[in-house]
């Protein structure tokens, strides 16, 4: 079994910033890749950056240049950075993961973006 914990959401002002940690636990062997995911109430999940196990990112257009995911291989825990947050940024925020035994997801963690 795995599990995803994150943790660093809150309510922030827009053009604030917040860092999201989301650390791993249990029998994973080996981490293949690692990925962050946001969803709005009424709306899809959709993927807002992902890292694989080589260190190669991607991002979604609408956050390019504001956020930056990285990982910590020897804590099994993976990051994102916030920078310059809008509004539309809000939602509940799911860490990812793919691993050798399977993929996993985390229970999210709340961002809110608001004046």
């Known amino acids: 079994q795995v599990q995803l914990v994150e943790s660093g959401g809150g309510l922030v002002q827009p053009g604030g910033s917040l860092r999201l940690s989301c650390a791993a636990s249990?029998?994973?062997?080996?981490?293949?890749?690692m990925g962050w995911y946001r969803q709005a109430p009424g709306k899809q999940r959709e993927m807002v950056a992902s890292?694989?196990?080589?260190?190669?990112?991607d991002y979604a257009d609408s956050v390019k240049g504001r956020f930056t995911i990285s990982r910590d291989n020897a804590k099994n825990t993976v990051f994102l950075q916030m920078n310059s947050l809008k509004p539309e940024d809000t939602g509940v925020y799911y860490c990812?993961?793919?691993?050798?035994?399977?993929?996993?997801w985390g229970q999210g963690t709340q961002v809110t973006v608001s004046s």
């Open positions: 990812s993961g793919r691993f050798s035994i399977g993929a996993y």
């Open positions: 890292i694989s196990s080589g260190g190669s990112t």
């Open positions: 249990g029998t994973i062997f080996s981490i293949y890749a």
